[in-house]
């Protein structure tokens, strides 16, 4: 089965793939169609441009990466090692909500549902009867990162109290090294060189060839946009309108720079996000350093207050010179166009404050493989690519949204925040919550109703109503059963070693 068997494919399949960028949208798509069409003859070829360079940040991602590189055959311990990594349980919010506000959004449940009643009913219940237990005492992969603790969870847990989830920070330029390595392995052909010009057909528009700086002319049957936020083929070849979220999404710059992590600190198991005067500060510890940022509004917040609320705030001493990245929020019109799919920043961007952008590139190469076209490119096929990649754009930007809407700060740019305008998808699922703390979920939703959960609990929104279910509970079972679950989370929080532990046994057996 390992040999190519394409003797009898179609004289329409597909035979040459050109991925234009060799950052972590252009590598990963690499390795993942390598891998998919091992027993076909499709080559691939890979452009980038060394003298152009990748972004260089992406460094914290959501669980589904691990799913991502199991895929390819990769195991935890090879990419946490290639990539220099270390684990995340969630992600820590601190000061977005009223003065002092802190929580964790985590990957995992809260609690456990009874009679098909969501646990935050029968924990609001309880709340009522004076008990303060915060909701994240309830969820053990909240209760793990606050504590710094990390072990992996059970692959065959006892019940849904146990039931948590992590993803990992990892170096980003490591990352798109150890795919390129596996994608090359594989029979991807490389080429380092500019691309000066694309080429259409004169007959129907569809692109026939790229031509690059050294005079060579790459030509191939469908092409894959992973130039970055410049879309060199979706966007300046072939048109794809970008539809901009600035009015919803009003950041649009950040400052990224690398620090030492500072001697003595222990990497914590979560991504940091900070909220400043008009924007929001990132940490990102890695083993060997740590990633820090600054996002902000442009409108509201010069270059320089940006770094000077940055520099002093850093994991530990700077080892790079801060970099100022520009960005718009929003989608590309289309995400696909004749022989051409974008994936990665040439497809749209959402700011990193839910570490969304490396799991939408993996979902858009979910969604290629599972709709990879022939020559005719069927119409079908390309519309519902686009679809799936709109809608899932569209419910990933109302969660970042939420985020802003429901803050508690006092400067004006969060005042605004707060006042603006909210899509109508995002206050359909908010309008519900509070009437009934229930859940709309979309199709084609990243994120499951634990993590909205999470941020309202963690902005303190609850619902106006509790399920009729809850009212008539016997108060004493009630504080007896959530005294059990409490108990359970933190007892298996006590027995579990640090993530600092954690991650020595990783350097002990890399050195073994
Ligand atoms: C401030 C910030 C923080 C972020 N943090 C996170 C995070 O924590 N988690 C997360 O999931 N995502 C994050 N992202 C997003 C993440 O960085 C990207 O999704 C990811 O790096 C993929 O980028 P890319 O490969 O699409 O583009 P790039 O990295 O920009 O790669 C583009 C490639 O195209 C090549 N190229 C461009 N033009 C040409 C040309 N003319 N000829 C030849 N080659 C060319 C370049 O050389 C490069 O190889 C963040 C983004 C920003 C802006």
């Known amino acids: ?52 360079g990748a972004i260089g940040v992406g460094e914290a991602t959501i669980p589904t990466i691990r799913r991502f590189y199991a895929q390819l055959g990769m195991s935890d ?63 053990l ?85 992973c130039s970055g936020f410049r879309g060199l083929l979706i966007g300046e070849a072939l048109g794809s309108a970008y539809e901009d979220w ?16 500072a001697p003595g600190m222990e990497p914590a198991p979560y991504t940091k996000v900070t909220a400043h005067a008009a924007g929001w500060q990132w940490g990102i510890p890695l083993r060997h350093r740590a990633g820090n940022g600054l996002v902000f509004s442009s409108a509201h917040m010069t270059d320089q207050q940006a770094l000077d609320a940055l520099m002093p705030n850093l994991m530990g001493r700077p080892i790079t010179e801060p970099r100022r990245i520009g960005f718009r929020p929003g989608r590309r019109d289309r995400a696909w166009i004749k022989n051409c799919v974008s994936i990665g920043l040439s497809a749209g961007f959402l700011e990193p404050l839910e570490s969304t952008s490396i799991a939408l590139i993996e979902n858009g190469i979910e969604r290629l493989k599972s709709l990879f076209p022939d020559k005719t490119f069927a119409s079908s096929i390309i519309e519902e690519f686009n ?37 109508d998808t995002l206050a359909r699922k908010v309008d519900l919550w509070k009437a009934r703390g229930q859940f709309v979920r979309y199709r084609w939703e990243m994120f499951h109703p634990a993590s909205w959960l999470a941020i309202y609990d963690g902005f303190a929104v609850l619902p106006e109503q509790l399920d009729p279910a809850v009212e008539g509970l016997d108060p004493r079972q009630l504080a007896q059963s959530l005294g059990q679950m409490k108990t359970a989370v933190a007892d298996t929080v006590a027995r579990t070693p640090s993530h600092a532990a954690f991650l020595a046994g990783l350097d002990r057996s890399e050195a073994a």
């Open 1 to 52: 089965m390992d040999t190519p068997s394409n003797d009898k494919a179609s004289p329409n399949a597909i035979r040459d793939v050109v991925i234009v960028g060799g950052g972590t949208a252009g590598w990963m798509t690499a390795a993942a169609l390598i891998q998919h069409l091992r027993h076909t003859d499709v080559r691939i070829t890979v452009i980038e441009s060394s003298g152009i």
């Open 77 to 139: 311990a090879e990419v946490m090692s290639a990539t220099q990594a270390s684990c995340k349980l969630g992600i820590r919010f601190v000061g977005w909500g009223a003065p002092g506000s802190d929580f964790i959004h985590p990957f995992g449940l809260y609690g456990q549902d009874l009679r098909g009643v969501g646990f935050h009913h029968y924990w609001a219940k309880q709340r009522q009867t004076g008990d303060p237990t915060p909701l994240a005492a309830y969820s």
């Open 141 to 225: 992969g909240a209760s793990l990162a606050s504590a710094g603790r990390f072990i992996e969870p059970s692959p065959t847990p006892p019940s849904s109290l146990s039931v948590f989830d992590w993803a990992l920070h990892l170096d980003a330029s490591l990352f798109a090294r150890h795919l390129r390595t596996y994608a090359e392995a594989g029979g991807v052909q490389r080429i380092d060189a500019r691309i000066t010009d694309v080429e259409l057909r004169p007959e129907d528009g569809f692109i026939r060839a790229l031509k690059l700086d050294d005079g060579r002319e790459v030509t191939g049957d469908l092409f894959i946009d």
């Open 246 to 261: 600035g009015d919803w999404l009003a950041c649009d710059a950040a400052f990224a720079v690398q620090s030492e992590n």
């Open 387 to 423: 679809d799936q990649s709109a809608r899932e754009m569209e419910r990933t930007r109302d969660f970042i949204i939420l985020h802003y809407w429901l803050n508690g700060r006092d400067e004006p740019f969060w005042q605004q925040r707060r006042e603006a305008a909210i899509p």
